[in-house]
Protein backbone atom coordinates (compact mmCIF):
# COMPACT_ATOMS: atom_id res chain seq x y z
CA UNK A 1 0.00 0.00 0.00
CA UNK A 2 2.77 2.16 0.83
CA UNK A 3 4.16 1.93 -2.26
CA UNK A 4 0.88 2.25 -4.17
CA UNK A 5 0.63 5.63 -2.46
CA UNK A 6 4.10 6.41 -3.42
CA UNK A 7 3.60 5.65 -7.22
CA UNK A 8 0.31 6.82 -7.13
CA UNK A 9 1.57 10.95 -5.76
CA UNK A 10 4.79 10.59 -8.30
CA UNK A 11 2.72 9.77 -11.38
CA UNK A 12 0.73 12.51 -10.01
CA UNK A 13 3.46 15.00 -10.18
CA UNK A 14 5.60 13.56 -13.31
CA UNK A 15 1.67 14.22 -15.08
CA UNK A 16 1.57 17.85 -13.94
CA UNK A 17 5.47 18.26 -15.01
CA UNK A 18 4.66 16.65 -18.26
CA UNK A 19 1.57 18.55 -19.16
CA UNK A 20 2.29 22.02 -18.57
CA UNK A 21 5.75 21.54 -20.33
CA UNK A 22 3.67 20.64 -22.91
CA UNK A 23 2.10 23.94 -22.96
CA UNK A 24 5.00 25.73 -23.82
CA UNK A 25 4.37 24.47 -27.63
CA UNK A 26 1.59 26.02 -27.53
CA UNK A 27 3.15 29.24 -26.44
CA UNK A 28 1.19 29.09 -22.91
CA UNK A 29 3.53 30.51 -20.33
CA UNK A 30 1.54 30.21 -17.74
CA UNK A 31 2.67 26.38 -17.82
CA UNK A 32 -0.61 24.97 -16.11
CA UNK A 33 -0.62 21.29 -15.79
CA UNK A 34 -3.46 19.44 -15.56
CA UNK A 35 -4.43 15.62 -14.56
CA UNK A 36 -7.56 13.16 -13.38
CA UNK A 37 -8.41 12.21 -10.22
CA UNK A 38 -8.89 8.75 -12.63
CA UNK A 39 -4.56 8.95 -12.64
CA UNK A 40 -3.95 8.33 -9.33
CA UNK A 41 -4.91 4.52 -9.11
CA UNK A 42 -3.47 3.92 -12.08
CA UNK A 43 0.24 5.46 -11.49
CA UNK A 44 -0.25 3.37 -8.53
CA UNK A 45 -0.68 0.17 -10.04
CA UNK A 46 3.19 0.74 -10.64
CA UNK A 47 3.99 -0.69 -7.45
CA UNK A 48 3.99 -4.13 -8.97
CA UNK A 49 7.65 -2.70 -10.26
CA UNK A 50 9.00 -3.44 -6.77
CA UNK A 51 8.42 -7.37 -6.76
CA UNK A 52 9.33 -7.16 -10.37
CA UNK A 53 12.79 -5.09 -9.96
CA UNK A 54 13.80 -7.53 -6.75
CA UNK A 55 13.67 -10.50 -9.86
CA UNK A 56 15.40 -8.51 -12.22
CA UNK A 57 17.97 -6.70 -10.26
CA UNK A 58 20.89 -8.61 -12.14
CA UNK A 59 19.69 -7.53 -15.55
CA UNK A 60 20.62 -4.69 -17.49
CA UNK A 61 19.30 -1.69 -17.67
CA UNK A 62 18.23 -1.83 -20.99
CA UNK A 63 16.34 -5.17 -20.38
CA UNK A 64 14.56 -3.68 -17.40
CA UNK A 65 13.59 -0.25 -19.05
CA UNK A 66 12.15 -1.76 -22.25
CA UNK A 67 9.99 -4.65 -19.26
CA UNK A 68 8.89 -1.89 -17.61
CA UNK A 69 7.79 0.06 -20.56
CA UNK A 70 5.70 -2.61 -21.95
CA UNK A 71 3.84 -3.01 -18.29
CA UNK A 72 3.36 0.74 -18.57
CA UNK A 73 1.99 0.55 -22.44
CA UNK A 74 -0.48 -2.19 -21.22
CA UNK A 75 -1.32 -0.77 -18.11
CA UNK A 76 -2.45 2.13 -20.17
CA UNK A 77 -4.03 0.57 -23.11
CA UNK A 78 -6.56 -1.80 -20.57
CA UNK A 79 -7.18 1.21 -18.04
CA UNK A 80 -7.80 3.35 -21.02
CA UNK A 81 -9.46 0.84 -23.21
CA UNK A 82 -11.99 0.66 -19.70
CA UNK A 83 -12.62 4.06 -18.99
CA UNK A 84 -12.95 4.84 -22.34
CA UNK A 85 -16.18 1.96 -22.81
CA UNK A 86 -17.16 4.29 -19.92
CA UNK A 87 -16.21 7.84 -21.71
CA UNK A 88 -14.33 8.58 -18.70
CA UNK A 89 -10.26 8.36 -20.23
CA UNK A 90 -8.83 11.67 -19.58
CA UNK A 91 -6.76 11.21 -22.72
CA UNK A 92 -7.12 10.76 -25.67
CA UNK A 93 -4.67 10.28 -28.43
CA UNK A 94 -6.52 9.68 -31.47
CA UNK A 95 -5.27 12.40 -33.62
CA UNK A 96 -2.04 11.57 -32.25
CA UNK A 97 0.88 10.45 -34.27
CA UNK A 98 1.91 6.61 -33.70
CA UNK A 99 -1.45 5.93 -31.78
CA UNK A 100 -3.10 3.19 -31.15
CA UNK A 101 -6.48 3.00 -30.37
CA UNK A 102 -7.05 6.33 -29.46
CA UNK A 103 -5.21 5.03 -26.08
CA UNK A 104 -1.65 4.64 -26.14
CA UNK A 105 1.03 6.31 -27.68
CA UNK A 106 4.40 4.84 -28.83
CA UNK A 107 6.24 7.71 -29.74
CA UNK A 108 5.78 8.17 -25.57
CA UNK A 109 7.92 4.49 -25.76
CA UNK A 110 11.16 6.67 -24.03
CA UNK A 111 9.51 8.48 -21.72
CA UNK A 112 7.44 4.86 -20.06
CA UNK A 113 10.79 3.90 -20.30
CA UNK A 114 12.55 6.10 -18.19
CA UNK A 115 9.40 6.42 -15.86
CA UNK A 116 9.71 2.64 -15.31
CA UNK A 117 13.15 3.39 -14.19
CA UNK A 118 12.00 5.89 -12.24
CA UNK A 119 9.83 4.16 -10.56
CA UNK A 120 12.48 1.25 -9.89
CA UNK A 121 13.45 3.56 -7.62
CA UNK A 122 10.78 5.23 -6.16
CA UNK A 123 9.48 1.77 -4.82
CA UNK A 124 13.17 0.93 -3.39
CA UNK A 125 13.41 3.66 -1.57
Same mark, same amino acid.
Given at each position: MKNFMKCGICGWCLELLWTSLHSLSR?? !?KMIGHSSVWMFPI !?? &?AAIIGPLSR???NQNIALRGILYMNGIFT &???LTGTLLKKHNLCPWDYSNAPLNFHGV???DYAPVWFLTG???EKVVKH
Open positions: QD !Y !YG &MKLK &MEYIRLLLF
